[in-house]
């Protein structure tokens, strides 16, 4: 599935990049489940700019009260718990953007994404860049970057992963990468194959994913 080519943000400088990505994947007036939604910005701009029947999934209170001001559609919810209660295929896609290294089992949290919608979209911060390395390399300690901005003591990041990782486990669970979208530092798109040079340049990624079905 190409990128919408008709997606024009009004003040495209008012989401961030990642996030703009996304919009560009999803088809107009689709149903989406966006998990991890935090203030809301991404359904917002999914429903003013794309039409969609948005829904939404955050584990903050703070958050959901965000979302529910904007006049979203979302429900308090734990990536890790709740989403296994929901049908398979019952949206056109569903979200996770820079959640699933936060998450306690995200296998069950990728594979219950590509269950519930026809496709899914996830974004992640890359802990194979280059700036990670060089970090760990040079100062043996664990990096902090604008994408990894905690320190290892209070971050809710717990699953770090690198590109190859998650290439390798989509082609594990029979998960069909679709596009595959790298963000290097400045965030500059560079819409390449993962491979070793996505590994080494990419600060982030966005992946649109299907499971491969009989």
């Not at 429903?47 to 969609?52: E, H, L």
């Not at 529910?68 to 296994?84: P, Y």
């Not at 992640?124 to 902090?144: E, I, S, T, Y």
Request: hydrophobic share 40%.
């Amino acid at each position: 599935m190409p990128l919408d080519p008709g997606y024009a943000p009004d003040r495209p400088q008012d989401i961030r990049v990642d996030l703009r990505l996304i919009a560009e994947m999803v088809e107009a007036n689709a149903r989406v489940l966006d998990v991890g939604c935090g203030d809301g910005e991404l359904l917002a701009e999914l429903t003013r700019a794309k039409g969609v029947d948005g829904r939404g999934i955050e584990l903050s209170m703070a958050g959901v009260h965000a979302c529910v001001s904007r006049g979203l559609s979302v429900v308090q919810g734990d990536a890790d718990t709740d989403l296994r209660d929901y049908p398979d295929q019952a949206f056109d896609y569903v979200i996770l953007s820079q959640t699933l290294q936060a998450t306690r089992a995200p296998k069950e949290v990728l594979a219950n994404l590509v269950r519930i919608g026809r496709r899914a979209i996830v974004s992640f911060p890359n802990f194979g860049h280059w700036r990670v390395r060089l970090a760990l390399l040079l100062q043996g300690r664990m990096p902090k970057t604008s994408h990894l901005s905690y320190e290892w003591w209070e971050t809710p990041n717990i699953h770090f992963c690198t590109i190859t990782d998650f290439v390798v486990l989509c082609r594990d669970m029979d998960i069909e990468i679709e596009q595959s979208v790298i963000l290097p530092r400045g965030g500059r798109v560079r819409r390449m194959k993962p491979g070793w040079q996505a590994n080494w340049l990419g600060e982030q990624a966005v992946f649109l994913l299907k499971k491969r079905r009989g």
